[in-house]
């Protein structure tokens, strides 16, 4: 966008590794076209706000941002997007200040739907700006590739999005829709760009990062895996969070036999008691998930492993309580 003022554009992160990575993609995109990104609570132009909507904290917290943005310019324009705004757009929209609501199989407009907001109520000619072709824009419209660089020390690279999963505590496969895989050619190609940045450190990320061999059209997870560790100039690698029924015996032999694939894995539980993983709809038993760590301790040693739990699912009773903390000391 040609102009002769530095407009400035603002981005507000909240939620997970993957709205990090799209909002980067987003302030990219800004910046590409001749704003200046400046720091998420800073007098800006332009506000994105991407959201999460994970628990009623969450989206209480993502307005009390959305509020805090537009006492900060009142005439500046506020787009919301993400989680929250696809699931609760008219609540979003009430929001005072807020210009529009963009859900996330939209999210590839909200460059062009914040520019022309800001272009409307400024009173701003029409600037040419440069539009993906229409094979990248179909891409673009089903996927939203992404990665984060340039705020942080490593970046996420997105390589799957949504999830067919269901949980009963989970709103994400409403809010991002069906599992879907980034096509290979596109990571890759996002991963070398990383490198020729700078970049030492990529975090893999997705809703349900282990379900990308199901879903993907030309390559499984593991395969991918292999191409990644071939380019040059990345030094390491992350997986982040994966189910326990979807981390192979085959990932873990592969990385445990000398990869730029660190030694952690990030493997939520969710409950230690297998009557309370049945109602959460979850995959796998205790039993299963004990015998995975047990896997990976014997073949990686000394690792690391973060696990999630979910404490007070409704109607977990003391007994059920007592069995997933006794499970947790089984599993340390």
């Known amino acids: 966008m040609s102009s002769d003022k530095n407009y400035r554009v603002a981005v507000v992160t909240l939620g997970c590794k993957l709205n990090f990575a799209e909002s980067s993609s987003i302030a990219q995109r800004f910046v590409e076209e001749g704003f200046e990104q400046v720091k998420p609570f800073a007098v800006a132009d332009i506000y994105i706000v991407n959201t999460c909507t994970v628990t009623e ?34 609540e979003v929209a009430t929001i005072e200040g807020v210009d529009a609501v963009i859900g996330h199989s939209r999210k590839s407009d909200v460059f062009e739907s914040a520019l022309k907001l800001f272009r409307a109520k400024n009173n701003l000619p029409d600037l040419a700006i440069n539009t993906p072709t229409s094979e990248r824009k179909e891409t673009i419209l089903n996927l939203f590739p992404a990665a984060s660089y340039g705020d942080r020390t490593r ?34 190609n996002m991963a070398t760009s990383l490198a020729q940045r700078g970049i030492k450190e990529i975090v893999l990320t997705g809703v349900n990062l282990g379900d990308y061999t199901r879903v993907s059209s030309d390559i499984s997870l593991l395969d991918l895996l292999k191409k990644l560790n071939d380019i040059e100039g990345i030094e390491r690698y992350r997986i982040s969070s994966i189910e326990p029924n979807l981390l192979t015996e085959e990932i873990v032999d592969w990385i445990a036999s000398g990869t730029k694939f660190v030694s952690h894995f990030h493997i939520p539980l969710q409950s230690g008691c297998n009557f309370t993983l049945k109602r959460m709809n979850r995959r796998y038993t205790t039993q299963m998930f004990l015998s995975k760590i047990e896997y990976i301790r014997e073949k990686m040693g000394d690792v690391f492993l973060g696990i999630d739990v979910i404490v007070g699912f409704p109607g977990e009773s003391d007994e059920e309580f007592n069995d997933s903390y006794n499970f947790l000391s089984e599993v340390v």
């Not at 959305?66 to 989680?83: K, Y």
């Not at 949504?162 to 496969?173: K, N």
């Open 57 to 90: 904290h969450s989206d209480k917290k993502c307005r009390n941002l959305i509020r805090r943005v537009h006492s900060l310019n009142p005439d500046a324009v506020v787009i919301v997007t993400g989680c929250y705004a696809e699931l609760k757009s008219t």
């Open 155 to 188: 970046s996420f690279l997105k390589l799957q999005d949504g999830c067919d999963y269901f949980c009963t505590y989970c709103a994400i496969p409403y809010a991002r829709g069906r599992s879907r895989a980034i096509p290979s050619n596109i990571v890759l």
